[in-house]
């Protein structure tokens, strides 16, 4: 049973920091590209940043980049997004997004951890 459960969101003032992790089990987690998604009321979900299966090569919104950073731990099966600057406009549930291409495409979802930038 292919699992990815978040974890890490909550509360935080503007101008703050988070960093929700993903644990991922159920799957080979090394050649899978990881990525993270998010989704604000109203509106549609988008990709916030994504990562390699070896980790070589991230990509970001343009809405996040210098501020986001993604990572992964391949040892752990494990992917983080550290979040600095945080503004309102930051405030959605956040995703984790698992992906394999083999003769298909092999796709995951976590349930999505919830951060709320406010004062």
């Known amino acids: 049973q292919v699992q990815l459960v978040e974890s890490g969101g909550g509360l935080v003032q503007p101008g703050g920091s988070l960093r929700p992790s993903c644990a991922v089990s159920?799957?080979?987690?090394?050649?899978?590209?990881m990525s993270w998604y998010r989704q604000a009321p109203g509106k549609e979900r988008e990709l916030v940043a994504s990562?390699?299966?070896?980790?070589?090569?991230?990509n970001y919104g343009d809405s996040v980049k210098g501020r986001f950073t993604i990572s992964r731990d391949n040892a752990k099966n494990t992917v983080a997004l550290q979040m600095n600057s945080l503004n309102s406009e930051d405030t959605a549930v956040y995703y984790c997004?698992?992906?394999?291409?083999?003769?298909?495409?092999?796709?995951?979802w976590g349930r999505g951890t919830q951060v709320t930038v406010s004062s």
């Open positions: 997004h698992g992906r394999h291409v083999v003769y298909t495409i092999l796709e995951y």
């Open positions: 990562i390699t299966s070896s980790g070589n090569s991230t």
């Open positions: 159920g799957l080979v987690f090394s050649v899978h590209d």
